[in-house]
């Protein structure tokens, strides 16, 4: 597989970090002058928050983050370290923060854990590893912790109602029929029969409309074949601590949230379990999101799911979720990417010329 360096770096670039924050702030800034009921006391409502619940919101998405960089350690067979597996996530999420989330960072993480050292067949089988874990965490979890919402799953909101209709859920079933679709198919293709999706996929891009896309399709069944191999002999010990703690990372990332509601208001089970539930059809309207990071996007739909369990409380808490699960991999992406390029390009480039330089000698 050969990556394009220049259109790596034109994603992994600092500057992009303002479009994101732009966009967000313009949502934001929207609401406070359009919204009747976002007001200058809204903002102030910031002082009601308990700070007990507040404090455990940042320890869960600490422990998410922590659980990320377990997960890429495990993965790799600890080939990175703790530093590295740090900035490898870092990277990561900023990636992830500045595309749509439609596009996503696969191809940047492949990128970065290359340059890390890891050959790239097996950079390519752990970001494939990685996604499909995350995507059969959603397929698997989604119809469990739906039913247990006993169908309080999509918000009684009238803008919802007049502008999609039925249609949100539609999109959710949709998505969801696409993602379990496309989650077994590569399960399949990667643990199970490599060389048959590499001979189906040449034969769909065969077709005469589809056949300029041929030579990609024979490149990406070849990447398959490569990313099976590497995996091939895995065994329980090597899959057991990456899929519970999958499941650990994504608890994580919707209960950071749980917690943040709880801050302002009083909420029983039912009620953590539908805001739980809430999240994971709102994850799908922003994935198909086509700002950097659904910037505005979630913005602008965390009111019409999240409203009635916060009443005045929404505005405010809808900006500190951002400010607590967004926009500090920005901040961190643009300060940790400038020393992670020194660091794996310069250093290894000196490295080289001073080994020359000795053997002449």
Do not use: C
């Amino acid at each position: 597989m050969k990556l394009d360096n220049k259109k790596i770096f034109q994603t992994l670039n600092p500057n992009k970090v303002w479009v994101p924050v732009l966009i967000g702030l313009g949502i934001v800034f929207a609401m406070f002058y359009m919204d009747p009921s976002v007001n200058a006391s809204n903002l102030k409502s910031v002082f009601d928050a308990s700070l007990p619940y507040i404090l455990l919101a940042i320890l869960v998405i600490f422990f998410r983050d922590l659980g990320y960089v377990y997960r890429i350690r495990e993965i790799t067979d600890r080939h990175l370290t703790w530093t590295r597996a740090i900035y490898v996530i870092i990277l990561w999420e900023f990636a992830s923060a500045v595309t749509p989330s439609v596009v996503g960072g696969t191809a940047v993480a492949i990128f970065i854990l290359n340059k890390e050292g890891i050959k790239m067949g097996k950079a390519i089988a752990y970001v494939m590893v990685t996604a499909i874990l995350d995507n059969l965490f959603f397929v698997i979890g989604a119809p469990i912790i739906l039913y247990l919402a006993q169908g309080n799953i999509f918000p009684e909101s009238k803008l919802l109602e007049s502008q999609l209709g039925d249609s949100l859920q539609a999109i959710f079933w949709l998505s969801y029929g696409l993602y379990a679709g496309y989650s077994l198919v590569m399960a399949a293709a990667l643990f199970y029969k490599p060389r048959v999706f590499k001979w189906v996929l040449i034969k769909i891009f065969s077709i005469r409309f589809l056949r300029k896309w041929k030579h990609d399709a024979q490149e990406y069944g070849n990447q398959i074949i490569e990313a099976s191999r590497q995996l091939a002999g895995k065994t329980y010990k090597y899959w057991l601590p990456i899929i519970g703690i999958t499941i650990f990372i994504w608890s994580s990332r919707y209960l950071m949230l749980n917690a943040l509601i709880g801050a302002f208001v009083e909420l029983d089970l039912l009620d953590h379990v539908i805001v739980f539930a809430r999240q994971v059809i709102m994850w799908i309207v922003m994935m198909i999101s086509p700002t950097p990071g659904s910037s505005g996007t979630a913005e602008f739909f965390f009111g019409q799911f999240f409203s009635q369990f916060l009443g005045g409380y929404t505005f405010v808490t809808s900006i500190l979720w951002r400010l607590l699960s967004y926009y500090p991999y920005l901040i961190l992406g643009a300060i940790f990417l400038p020393r992670w390029v020194r660091q794996v390009f310069f250093k290894k480039k000196n490295k080289v010329q001073d080994q020359e330089e000795e053997e002449e000698e």
